[in-house]
């Protein structure tokens, strides 16, 4: 029995969900008193990989093949299963990210496990009772779900447990990954960027805006803002809908669904339907002319004020450091 925590490079590297995902697995193995494996897939360089045991797995199987060198969501789900197997790993952890929750499924199928996918907290296990605490309805509620089956495979939403640090030994095996050329159908030769804009699933700091803002013509000191913050922007439904910005923006029950470290509103009101992309971010910052909005009920900063008097004054705050 051990547990598995597959690790989602971008670019080579490691993101902070990563971390936190291997910190959740590492909780997870010693609740079991047993070890944690990670499994890399892609062209990680060994110093990446050892930063894995900063967050306690301790043996890394690292599969560095051309064939899978772009995420090809069939052939990583066949090889994570594999090495599950091959670690007789019965929980498989991994990140809700776009790419975990393409996976997840995928992995579930092939290792007849159950499924938590979005869990906020770690199992709560009383004999043979393995519960998980996961959010439900586009994050509008949370399901206590019970994972009967003998595997089960966990995707941790993004910011629901931090990174913890626990030093350990690392080591590095190659994983002869068997390859399927079934899994191989559609494959991503080369990715080029459409722009060089902060990724919004990815981001760790998002500046948004909604209809408060009045028309596409006042987006200029939104995306001031967000450059001198290094932040994604991001807007609200009937923002996108009249086409001031892009729908890629769009967060929300019918957007996307987004958990970053901080979220700053600016002239959202805060409907359900857009808090449900957006509540599980670390830290939400609102900026509202009404105090009655009801966004501030969510927030962990609230500004009552005219964004048109309040951005400008934070843009020459930011640019004075
Ligand atoms: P408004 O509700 O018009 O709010 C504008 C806010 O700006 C107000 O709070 C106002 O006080 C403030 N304001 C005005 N002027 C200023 C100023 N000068 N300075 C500061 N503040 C100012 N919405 C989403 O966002 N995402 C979704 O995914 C989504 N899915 C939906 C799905 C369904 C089935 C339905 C029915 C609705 C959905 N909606 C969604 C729409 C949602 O219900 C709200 O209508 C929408 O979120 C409101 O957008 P808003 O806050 O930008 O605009």
Redesign the pocket.
């Known amino acids: 029995m051990s547990v598995l925590v597959y690790v989602e490079q971008a670019e080579g590297k490691f993101k902070k969900s990563v971390f936190e995902a291997v910190s959740y697995a590492k909780a997870i193995a010693d609740q079991q008193s047993t070890n944690l494996t990670a499994i890399s897939i892609g062209n990680v360089a060994e110093e990446e990989l050892k930063e894995l045991g900063k967050y306690g797995a301790s043996k890394i199987l690292n599969v560095s093949v051309d064939q899978l060198k772009t995420f090809v969501n069939q052939a990583y789900a066949s090889v994570i299963a594999s090495a599950a197997e091959k670690e007789s790993a019965d929980i498989v952890v991994l990140s809700n990210s776009f790419s975990g929750k393409g996976l997840a499924p995928r992995i579930a199928v092939k290792l007849k496990a159950g499924l938590a996918d979005g869990a906020v907290g770690l199992p709560k296990i009383d004999g043979s009772k393995f519960e998980v605490k996961k959010t439900a309805f586009s994050g509008k509620a949370f399901a206590i779900t019970e994972l009967t089956s003998a595997n089960k495979i966990i995707a941790l939403n993004p910011n629901a447990f931090g990174v913890k640090e626990n030093h350990t030994d690392v080591v590095i095996e190659n994983f002869a990954a068997d390859i399927k050329q079934s899994d191989l159908g559609t494959v991503i030769k080369d990715i080029v960027r459409a722009t060089d804009k902060i990724s919004l699933p990815d981001a760790e700091l998002v500046v948004s805006a909604?209809?408060?803002?009045?028309g596409p013509e006042n987006w200029g000191m939104i995306e001031e803002l967000a450059n001198l913050l290094g932040a994604a922007t991001a807007?609200?439904?009937?923002?996108s809908d009249a086409d001031w910005r892009p729908h890629s923006e769009?967060?929300?029950?019918?957007?996307i669904s987004i958990s970053p470290n901080l979220y700053i509103a600016?002239?959202?009101?805060?409907?359900?339907?857009?808090l449900?992309?957006v509540s599980s971010s670390k830290v939400i910052v609102v900026?509202?002319?009404?105090p009655e909005?009801p966004?501030f009920k969510v927030a962990d900063y609230g500004i009552v004020?005219?964004?048109?008097e309040?951005i400008p004054k934070l843009i020459e705050a930011l640019k004075a450091h």
């Open positions: 909604g209809r408060g803002l009045k807007c609200s439904k009937p923002v769009h967060v929300g029950q019918t957007g600016i002239g959202i009101s805060g409907a359900i339907q857009h449900a992309g900026i509202n002319k009404d909005a966004f004020g005219d964004a048109f309040v």
